[in-house]
């Protein structure tokens, strides 16, 4: 057997995001307020705002855990939870949607791991469970995608064994695991303590030099600063502003944004 037998997919081409006019609320309470936002292939975006401003409900309704009730949001021009029929819009099959969501990382503030799975298995599963690898490759790949989160060492301990930095870099490996076109991450970093973040934040860093789409929520300004193509300003469910770093992080137009950064810097 030739060493190219087990060789891994090449990686997905890098997605573009087109969030068109989304409005989401509950009940009464107008989360979203019509947010058009498109993020280009490769490019890394960055959303700040204050909390409560929108930004989790947005990456959300991008990955379809949440439905937006007027407006949608399109990934390489094709329509995500929902299809054109005539004029109305009509919801996806659960198994499309699946299908859908395995092109989309989204990396949780809480690690979310599977507990009672190895962490070569945590990052092995999915391409196994979607049928687009068999377990072999997707071994390999794991074993791959651990080396590159630097932990290469650690692939047959368990969630619980692990730092919450290194927790993350596992989840981050095993959203790379399905080649998405886009990674969403809604504060990576916000759970951990202080000295691990930096170890997580290289990692994406990492990836956002490797021309993936990355949507990027954080409170990490420093780390915005370096490595955002575009900066966007979320308050009270829009956006208030946007533009390279140092544009919006550094002569802000608006007061509201210069409230914010001056609460977190
Ligand atoms: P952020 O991530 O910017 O802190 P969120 O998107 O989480 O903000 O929440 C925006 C607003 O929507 C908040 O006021 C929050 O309380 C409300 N919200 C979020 N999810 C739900 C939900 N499932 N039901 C009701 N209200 C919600
Ligand atoms: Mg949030």
Redesign the pocket.
């Known amino acids: 057997m030739t060493a190219t037998t087990h060789r891994a997919p090449a990686d997905t081409e890098a997605a573009t995001v087109e969030i068109h006019d989304v409005h989401k609320w509950?009940g009464t309470?107008r989360?979203l307020d019509g947010v058009d936002l498109t993020v280009r292939p490769g490019e890394v975006t960055v959303i700040l705002?204050p909390?409560?401003?929108?930004?989790?409900?947005l990456l959300r309704v991008v990955n379809h855990l949440e439905r937006p009730e007027i407006g949608h949001v399109s990934i390489n021009g094709e329509l995500i939870g929902v299809r054109r029929q005539g004029e109305r819009l009509k919801e996806l099959s659960e198994r499309a949607i699946l299908t859908q969501r395995s092109r989309i990382g989204f990396v949780f503030q809480n690690f979310n791991l599977f507990p009672h799975l190895t962490v070569l298995d945590n990052v092995a599963a999915a391409p196994v469970a979607t049928g687009k690898l068999g377990k072999p490759e997707a071994v390999e790949l794991a074993r791959e995608l651990l080396g590159r989160v630097g932990l290469a060492d650690r692939t047959g301990a368990y969630p619980r064994q692990l730092s919450g930095g290194q927790q993350q870099r596992v989840a981050i490996a095993r959203a790379l695991a399905l080649r998405p076109g886009v990674i969403l991450f809604d504060e990576p970093t916000s759970a951990l303590d202080p000295e691990l973040v930096g170890e997580v934040l290289a990692v994406i860093k990492d990836l956002a030099t490797s021309r993936t789409t990355l949507l990027i929520?954080t409170h990490e300004i420093g780390f915005a600063r370096e490595i955002a193509d575009r900066v966007v300003f979320i308050d009270g469910g829009r956006i208030i502003e946007q533009g390279p770093p140092s544009e919006v992080l550094d002569k802000p137009r608006h007061e509201r944004t210069r409230d914010f950064l001056s609460k977190v810097l």
């Open positions: 509950y309470h989360v705002g909390s409560g401003s929108g930004k989790s409900t929520v």
